[in-house]
């Protein structure tokens, strides 16, 4: 497909841009021919730790997390039929954060079971209540659930520097994880996002068929033999459990399931079978290049991606509101 050629050597570029910058004198700026003597196993130990214990997993975070995000968001825009329509607008991210956050205040650490299941439950419990806050005399009233996703987000949001608070210095430090951070991600957690998302965004791919009928309209679905609330509700689970999997680890990063699939419309096509992988690419592509800024643009400071992702992403909304 000419996506592939297109994004896929785009993403390698962006990758080896990212992985070869560093952002603390702890972690020097590597070149590309060190990354290849790290590939080949050349390296010396101080290379070899840098690649695979800091910034390899960071990049892969961000390739997925990513990746994860805009698919997501392509997924909340095809059941609502809206373009506003994303994880951390709705809530559904303000959510997730708070199931994972209130796990890991339980038992004292982030657990790869139980911190992503939390998680899970919160996006549910979000999906819901903006549901049924959006549902009036039997139809679904978009700018009313959109509304709803905001404010249930800045209820999760408040209830999360609560537990903060109450919880001492021990979680102190999520509150830079609340903004969206990948630099404490380790290889394990990588792998637990990586995998994740790529189950679901192929399980999606494969059914984006389904996500053309449904974006067309439920009764179009129904009559082209589609159970349309039944697809709907296995897509929202879908999008919950992206959403879920990359917020217990990554913290909040908005926008990108916003912005990401609204370009890709624009340049790629609007069928979901393109879509959803282009969106995918163009997602990675994207945090990979807003987690590299965050790690530089205040060298040797470091800024959360989230608010490199919503310094961006914002006025992108204001200018859908607008349109």
Known sequence: MLYITFLLPLLLITLSISTSIGSTNHSPALDIGTIIKVLNGEANEIEKVIIYQIRFPRALTAIFAGGGLAVAGAILQAMLRNPLAEPYILGISSGSAFGALLSIALIGTFSFVLTPITALLGSIVVIILVY????????????????????IGAFFSALILIIITLSGESLKNFIFWLLGNLSNVNLKQSVLISVSVLIFTLITFFS???????????????????????????????????????????????FIGLVVPHICRKIFSVDYRLLIPTSFFTGAITLLIADTIARIILFPNELPVGSITALFGAPFFIYLLKK
């Open 208 to 254: 984006s068929h389904r996500l053309n009928l449904i974006a067309t309209g439920d009764e179009i679905a129904t009559q082209l033999g589609i159970d349309a609330e039944t697809t709907k509700k296995i897509f929202y689970f879908i999008a919950s459990i992206l959403t879920a999997v990359i917020v217990s680890i990554t913290g909040i990063i908005g």
């Open 132 to 151: 049924m806050l959006g549902k009036r005399r039997g139809t679904i009233d978009i700018n009313t659930m959109l509304l709803s996703g905001i404010m």
